[in-house]
């Protein structure tokens, strides 16, 4: 324990700061968490506990607890587990549905010749 006034005063205001980070660490891991567990379950909730879980992260990241740079690839990561959960089935057959689409395509319209480029040639003039 310190013996000079301001060092322990310095002592009280990391611990208080701490805890205050410790709380707010919490409160975006559990709603991270509720939205994990939602979207794993394929609750329709997910999309309402994304939004909240990334408001709770920017929370974070605006009173210094994380990095902007932290919490930008936090939010990325939960938006990508929601995109491969709900489009796990819809895009196998809108892929095929584009292949399908490209193959006809490309069956029907016959190929186009090249354009011949021309350069324009400069005549001496006759003096």
């Known amino acids: 324990m310190p013996n000079i ?3 322990i005063k310095r002592v009280s205001v990391a611990e208080k700061k701490t805890k205050r980070n410790n709380m707010i660490k919490s409160a975006y891991k559990s709603a991270v968490k509720k939205y994990e567990i939602a979207n794993a379950n394929g609750d329709k909730e997910a999309i309402e ?5 990334k408001s709770k992260i920017d929370s974070a990241c605006t009173k210094g607890v994380i990095s902007k740079n932290a919490a930008s690839r936090k939010k990325s990561r939960l938006e990508k587990k929601l995109a491969v959960k709900v489009d796990t089935k819809k895009s196998a057959a809108k892929k095929t549905e584009k292949v399908e689409a490209v193959e006809e395509k ?3 319209a016959p190929k186009k010749e090249a354009k011949k480029t021309t350069t324009k040639k400069t005549t001496k003039k006759a003096e």
């Open 106 to 108: 490309s069956e029907e």
């Open 49 to 53: 506990l994304l939004s909240e879980a």
């Open 5 to 7: 006034k301001s060092a």
